[in-house]
Antibody
Framework: EMQLVQSGAEVRKTGDSLKISCEAAGYNFNNYWFGWVRQVPGKGLEWMGIIYPGDSDTRYSPSFAGQVTISVDKSVKTVYLQWSSLKASDAAVYYC???????????????WGQGTVVTVSS | QSALTQPASVSGSPGQSITISCTGTTSDVGNYNLVSWYQQHPGKAPKLIIFRGNDRPSGVSNRFSGSKSGNTASLTISGLQGEDDADYYCSSYAGSGISVFGTGTKVTVL
């Protein structure tokens, strides 16, 4: 059964770049959609975007398009979320998650990682 | 896409039933039968409890059920139990591979 293991907590300064990761142990990595969800402390969940490792097709929420980049490395079964220049407002817990069904772009997130805390200071 | 609208809080006594609403638009909830619901306990990752409107993943209690009318989806928790004390989020597909979450509801078991 697949598991999602995210990289550890990060502390950065505003303007820094950052790339966090989500490794998917298990099979059929290429054929599921994987996504990222932001949760600012004390606030709700925000859907950021999804990626399909099979062909790197990526979809972004309009709220996050141009602000982050979602990518994948199939050779190590890992999806990434990266920033080129962090803002204070990027401080949050970031979850990676996987859709329920193979190749279904319109699906729910059934499998979740443990979350990565990103702290941004000025 | 704007966040779907949920009540900030709902409460109930053990054994009672409660319903959480999730209001969207004709571009998301009203256009697709693809609403899902997630339960989140403090400090934990969300857990999928309802998908495709009213389907439950294996292992999820049948005390959770979903429905939809027009642009509003609902989650009903029957036979409320202490372990149901958590935050609940709806989510809807909104087309072009994009989904949107609700604002979240804090459920308190009195």
């Amino acid at each position: 059964e697949m598991q999602l293991v995210q990289s550890g907590a990060e502390v950065r300064k505003t303007g820094d770049s950052l790339k966090i990761s989500c490794e998917a142990a298990g099979y059929n990595f290429n054929n599921y959609w994987f996504g990222w969800v932001r949760q600012v402390p004390g606030k709700g969940l925000e859907w950021m975007g999804i990626i399909y490792p099979g062909d790197s097709d990526t979809r972004y929420s309009p709220s996050f398009a141009g602000q982050v980049t979602i990518s994948v490395d199939k050779s190590v079964k890992t999806v990434y979320l990266q920033w080129s220049s962090l803002k204070a407002s990027d401080a949050a817990v970031y979850y990676c998650a996987r859709h329920r069904n193979l190749a279904a772009v319109d699906d729910a997130f059934e499998l979740w990682g443990q979350g990565t805390v990103v702290t941004v200071s000025s | 896409q704007s966040a779907l609208t949920q009540p900030a809080s709902v409460s109930g006594s053990p054994g009672q039933s409660i319903t959480i609403s999730c209001t969207g638009t004709t571009s998301d909830v009203g256009n697709y039968n693809l609403v899902s619901w997630y339960q989140q306990h403090p400090g934990k990752a969300p857990k999928l409890i309802i998908f495709r409107g009213n389907d439950r993943p294996s292992g999820v209690s049948n005390r959770f059920s979903g429905s939809k009318s027009g642009n509003t989806a609902s989650l009903t928790i029957s036979g409320l139990q202490g372990e149901d004390d958590a935050d609940y989020y709806c989510s809807s597909y909104a087309g072009s591979g994009i989904s949107v979450f609700g604002t979240g509801t804090k459920v308190t078991v009195l």
